[in-house]
């Protein structure tokens, strides 16, 4: 593995110890918050363990292509709370339609490819010896991961659908009234 995988995962490690604190603090249901955090808590605990144990760096960094996702949710967000969708509502669209299509590759395809690589590869006897914490723990996070994904791609597909239904209706009202 490189250092550039090992400097990724050091970063990654860093933003999701630093998100824990940024949750607990944000106006959000519960529900949520305990997701957010188990999702946070999970994914520290195997990246501060690549990191100590310089095995399973490849995984790591890996898992953390998910994580381009939230170029697309932050821009989303600043949408939100600013109010700019009408000001702005062809790039409000292409973000929810790059935001869904980054969710389908970088997580729902991510996800299930990860767990097929490492269980080939540990199947091989290609992995350097991992513990038993590592080969039941990373693949239970990921498998995590992947659950907590379909369940924020359900959301974020409907929220593409009202957007994109809802400007085709205009678009047909614009077009009735020409």
């Known amino acids: 593995t490189s250092d550039h995988a090992r400097e990724f995962v050091i970063m990654f ?3 999701s110890l630093s998100h824990m604190f940024v ?15 188990t999702h946070h808590v999970l994914s520290t605990f195997c990246l ?11 995984y790591a960094a890996f898992d953390g292509l ?7 949710l932050s821009v989303l967000y600043i949408f939100k709370y600013t109010h700019a969708s ?16 980054s969710f389908v590759l970088a997580r729902l395809v991510v996800f299930p490819v990860w767990l097929y690589l ?36 359900i959301p974020i597909t409907k929220g593409l659908l009202k957007v994109v239904y809802h ?6 009202h614009m077009k009735k009234q020409e």
Do not use: C, H
């Open 23 to 37: 949750v607990t603090r944000q106006k959000i249901t519960p529900t949520f918050m305990y997701t957010t955090l």
């Open 48 to 58: 501060v363990g690549t990191v100590i144990n310089g095995r399973l760096e490849f």
């Open 66 to 72: 998910s994580e381009i996702t939230n170029i697309f």
């Open 167 to 172: 400007k085709q209706k205009e678009d047909w």
């Open 13 to 15: 490690a860093a933003k």
């Open 118 to 153: 490492f269980y080939k590869d540990y199947a091989a006897n290609k992995m350097e010896s991992i513990s038993t914490a590592e080969f039941i723990g990373y693949p239970v996070t990921t498998i995590i991961l992947l659950v907590m994904s379909i369940n924020w791609f």
């Open 86 to 101: 009408d000001a702005y509502p062809f790039i409000y669209t292409a973000n929810g339609l790059l935001l869904w299509l």
